[in-house]
């Protein structure tokens, strides 16, 4: 019997198809694929989410933004986009990238003029310099199959022809052009969305019972123990008859003589002191109400609650601080809060141009701080919420995690999840602003373009007086660029009231020559040569005569 099962199974095996075959029919009982080919998960992604600035430096608020399917462009002399010049312009590629299957894995850009790239918050190319056609390839990234990790690559083009190509390096597999299935833009089909927080709602109370209901139990409940009474008392009924009547002769007798016993004096009623209310839960003061009583927008210092440390981003461009600002503790940094709608808010560096914000968009804890110029991100937007004592928290509206003070050896300054500890709670002390007056620039002082833009002194030393005028509120922002037509200094691009305006800029950290400040108020750009001069600081060639004002 042994035998024939025995050879019963060895026929099944033989007729089974040989390892790394396949077991699927396909069409009509043809063979299918192999096993090996049938790949689980295919990528769902269109793309990432392309940001595109009429500028070198990705400063302001973009032209245009839309989905590329992939960062492979060979514009050369052309146009990037609709509005978009063919030189001096930039470009931000941002979402996730999706790793099909696990192992490390190598990016190669390829680029005419600048480009930098990060993976998973952070930087593994940076090539960020003007140059020929370039190709630099990445130190390898270990990613898991199906994960899907931030992904952000920028690009600038200086002038001449424009290239930019990203590619990666799959285990076992060639260079190729990272393909839109395994991208996903910041927006979109596919693109995971984390939910908004839900407001906490306390489970419903148990349905109260109508009043009746409680009297009717106790009636009932009265009823019975007096009917228990009455029968325990007929029980002993008989029992006291006899004695009773033995004693009705004496009671009847003592009953009769007239004898006058004091009334006891009542007791005086003692009213029941109410027990005192409970004090009622203080609520979270609205946002609306909580900025209006912080004084935003507004500047502060920020200082950790746990060593009492103002909060201070490292960045690549010195801070300098404003005119009229009153120096914070210690000389500790200055933040510009500012809103930014639904709720959030930028933090810029007093004096800078420069936001705080989560490197790489990364959604990870302990995803390092950074100082960027503004523009728009998630990455870049704050929640500041009451944490009580005097103290907030302030949470990143991509990832809704934390700003925390991290030690050194946990990385420093980060994002996490909060968790109600003391380096993630911070005060906000408001910097008293000394209200100092203008009086104005020299009478000689030239005056360009629609907006009357004017700066003195100029030449200077680096320090300059810019005033300009509004005719009604709109966005304005300012450019400076060097005579090679890169961007230098850029400001942010924001909405400012209708008249007056006066501002005092550094360029200190300039070496000396000419440059052009651009000064963009809505559509409009009012150019202004601006001459930097230090003694002993050599001579420069003279720069040719700036265009007529626009």
Known sequence: MRHLLFCFVAGLLSTAPALGGSAVSGPAGL?????????????????????????GSLAGTPLLRRVDAVVDFEWKEGIPAPGVRNDNFSVRWEGQVEAPSTGRYKFITRSNDGVRLWVNGKQILDNWSAQGTTTITSAEVSLAAGERTTIKVEYYDQEGEATVRLQWV?????????PSVYLYPLEGPGMPVAAPPVAFTPPPAPEAKPAIDKAAAKAKADAEASAAAAAKATAKTDAAKAAAAKTAAAKATAAAKPVAKPAAPAKPAVAKAPAPAKPAKAEAPAPEEMAKALGIPGVFTIMGRTDGKPLEVQGEAPVSKEPGLASGPAGAPQWQIEEAGTGFYKLTVQGG?????????????????????????????????DAGDGYYKLTAKHSKKALTAGTEEEGGLQQRRYASKPNQQWKLQPVAQQQTQFAGLPSDVPVTGANRLSVYPNPSSGVVQMAYQLGQDQPMGWVLYDQRGSAVRVSDYRRQNAG???????????????????????????????????????????????????
Do not use: C
Not at 35 to 41: C, K
Not at 46 to 52: F, W
């Open 170 to 178: 799959r285990p076992g597999q060639g260079p190729q052009t990272v």
């Open 500 to 550: 007056a305006h006066h501002q005092t800029i550094d360029f200190t950290g300039l070496p000396s020559g000419d440059y052009n400040l651009n000064l963009t108020v809505g559509a409009s750009t009012t150019r202004q040569m601006v001459s930097i001069r230090r003694p002993n600081a050599g001579t420069t060639e003279a720069a040719p005569e700036p265009e007529a004002a626009k």
């Open 31 to 55: 063979p299918g694929p192999p096993a090996a080919a049938v790949v689980a998960g295919v990528g769902e992604g269109t793309g990432l989410t392309g940001s595109y600035f009429n500028n």
């Open 353 to 385: 141009r420069k936001v705080m914000e989560v490197l790489g968009s990364s959604t990870s804890n302990g995803a390092p701080l950074s100082l960027w110029p503004y523009y728009s991100g998630n990455n870049q937007l704050w929640k500041i919420e």
